[in-house]
Nanobody
């Protein structure tokens, strides 16, 4: 995997929205699958959404965020976004993104999220 730069986190009330960004500066994300993961202190990192990760190149989401979170990409800005709507306090976590040209690697990371290399992440806090 390659490390990417996350941004866009913040404090929001339950029911609110945030858009996280995952950007690459030295290469194009056009050929990469990109995964969003999150981690709460003391808990294992978990997959949230995976862009172009399915074997057919489609995107999949964790059950806990389906219908609320959406991934989108902007090729001109070389950025992949995670749009988070109807946020809940249980969405509070540090969010990370990572990319790989081999979508199979990201599917394996989805199953074994304790592996891989990670950047700084961006904190999302949802108040009740």
């Amino acid at each position: 995997e390659v490390q990417l730069v996350e941004s866009g986190g913040g404090l929001v009330q339950a029911g609110g929205s945030l858009r996280l960004s995952c950007a690459a500066s030295r290469f194009s994300l056009d050929d990469y699958a990109v995964g969003w993961f999150r981690q709460v202190p003391g808990k294992e990192r978990e997959g949230v959404a995976c862009f172009r990760c399915a074997s057919d190149g489609s995107t999949f989401y964790a059950d806990s965020v389906k219908g609320r979170f959406t991934i989108a990409s902007d090729n001109a800005k070389n950025t992949v976004y995670l749009q988070m709507n109807n946020l809940k306090p249980e969405d509070t976590a540090v969010y990370y993104c990572t990319g790989d040209k081999d979508r199979g690697n990201l599917r394996r990371l989805w199953v074994f999220p304790s592996r891989g290399s990670w950047g700084q992440g961006t904190q999302v806090t949802v108040s009740s």
